[in-house]
């Protein structure tokens, strides 16, 4: 199957710490993708990381890819209550776009 | 900064029903694409949409699923025969890349519930 997993499935910080969130996945990719969903409303697209890099940065987001243990990790720093919502990777190794269950984060005030 | 829309934000049927969900891609997109989500699941893959074809569908898109594009700027879902399972958020997304690289962008959604 071309999901990822998200793990943990929830996660509860406060206003200003970093959260993690993991993936795991099965198959080869071509490139990696996170998105964000608020309660019950569309997705957003964060950021893509290709098979070949290691680490990429987009404002507070860090992303990371081991290819070798088919993971990836997403780093919010200084995490803001406005955060608070799912997030999903996305292995793309084929061209259908799978949603898995996502990690719901919490950021408490 | 350009964005997708959807209509209606809810919409209510009878089951039996016929209903058509509407969307308006970004303009330059070119790949369309409907997914649905049940209240607390997953948001599950419907159909993509490229050329004026259907380039991959999945299971739950069946016979009583089909998708136009009528016009130059939107993108329609109908459901031809709604069953209590159809309650579900619908969201179309768009993009300018198709395949691997796609960089998705999705709309608001719109809430069915078939009573």
């Known amino acids: 199957s071309q999901q990822g997993e998200e793990d943990p499935q929830a996660l509860s910080i406060q206003e200003g710490e970093n959260a993690t969130m993991n993936c795991s996945y099965k198959?080869?990719?071509?490139?990696l993708q996170w998105y964000r969903q608020n309660s019950g409303r569309g997705l957003v697209h964060l950021i893509l990381?290709?098979?070949?890099?290691r680490e990429k940065h987009s404002g507070r987001l860090r992303v990371t890819l081991d290819t070798s243990k088919k993971s990836s990790s997403l780093l919010i720093t200084a995490s803001r209550a406005a955060d608070t919502a799912s997030y999903f990777c996305v292995p793309k190794g084929g061209f259908k776009t799978i949603f898995g269950a996502g990690t719901r984060l919490f950021v408490k005030a | 900064e350009p964005e997708v829309t959807q209509t209606p934000s809810h919409q209510v049927t009878q089951m039996g029903q016929e209903v058509i969900l509407r969307c308006v891609p970004i303009?330059?997109?070119?790949?369309f694409y409907w997914y649905r989500q049940i209240l607390g699941q997953k948001v599950e893959f419907l159909v993509s949409?490229?050329?004026?074809?259907?380039?991959?569908k999945s299971e739950i898109f069946d016979d009583q699923f089909s998708v136009e594009r009528p016009d130059g700027s939107n993108f329609t879902l109908k459901i031809r025969s709604t069953k209590l399972e159809d309650s579900a958020m619908y969201f179309c997304?768009?993009?300018?890349?198709?395949?691997?690289?796609?960089?998705?962008?999705f709309g608001p959604g719109t809430r069915l519930t078939v009573l």
């Open positions: 303009s330059n997109h070119l790949y």
């Open positions: 949409f490229y050329n004026n074809e259907i380039s991959e």
């Open positions: 990381i290709r098979s070949n890099e």
């Open positions: 997304a768009s993009s300018l890349v198709g395949g691997l690289t796609d960089t998705q962008y």
């Open positions: 198959t080869s990719i071509n490139n």
